[in-house]
């Protein structure tokens, strides 16, 4: 009896450690940035390559959030910071404890093939692209436009066609409150509308449904390759890979800015956002700590960091050296 006892005892103890190997999932932008990562974390030989996933930001969160142990992701890449009903949703979980790690920047383009004419765009006529309604003499209607030059009579007269990621996807996210809401503030019709913020906010989020504006799931290549195919249309994806295709796509000024380094890091460039990473402490795999230094140190996220050569916009030094410090405590959120 004490024999079948300790092989119960041994079999469980093995099964709770089981995988050892780190799981990553979360964000198509952030995945290379982390992929890269993972591949010098393994060739190092301490610990074993951790498996990154590209699963979109939304999906990789729920992913994440759905409990402690081997069956579920140690870490979630985000291109976006983490939402409170997502936070609530982990502790109803028990995941309790979360470290958020954010590593650099990154700008949305809106790109389209180097052969095709320059767009110079603004958040106002981006909005009056994609939004399901519009104001017209006024009212509110179901969006009209099918031409770019209908909107603004300086952009090329081609069809409004532009290819994007899905509602699980942060770039979405992250578009939807830099662009959608930022230009649907020039239109009173919306506040007079809609007098309440929040409600407000939602109906400028909603993008167009009549095929003008074009889900093209979580593979940026995909994006690329409709764009280089079809050089009338527009795409939007990230600065970092927009540097990786920079032979088969261009990016177009936005509000007079063009997304470039300089211009994203300053500030000046007015659609960017943060990238993180978030993970479990009370995760038992092996090497979660370090591969957390890993992503947060000098060699990777530093001005001459490996991710930096690869696209990703670096922390202000006093920033960067706080998220070490994070990173070698695993010091949670809250």
Known sequence: MRIVFFLLVSFFSVASQARDQIRVV???TVFPFVAAAAEQFGRAGKFRTPIVESTGTGGGIAMFCSGLGEK???????SRAIKSGELEQCEKNGITRIVELKLGYDGIAIANARTSPVFKLSRESLFLA???????????????????NEIDDTLPDAPIEVYGPPPTSGTRDAFAELVMVEGCKQFPEFERHTPDPDARKKECMMMREDGRFIEAGENDNLIVQKLTGNPQSLGLFGYSFLEQNAGLVKANPVDGVMPDFADIVAGRYEIARSLYVYLKPDQKVPGLREFAILLTSDAAVGADGFLVLKGLLPLPAVEHEQMKLTAAELRPMR
């Open 130 to 148: 994609l939004a399901r309604q519009v104001p017209v003499n006024g009212k509110l209607v179901p969006n009209p436009y099918t031409r770019w």
């Open 26 to 28: 979360g964000s198509s």
């Open 72 to 78: 579920y992701p140690d870490m979630v890449n985000a």
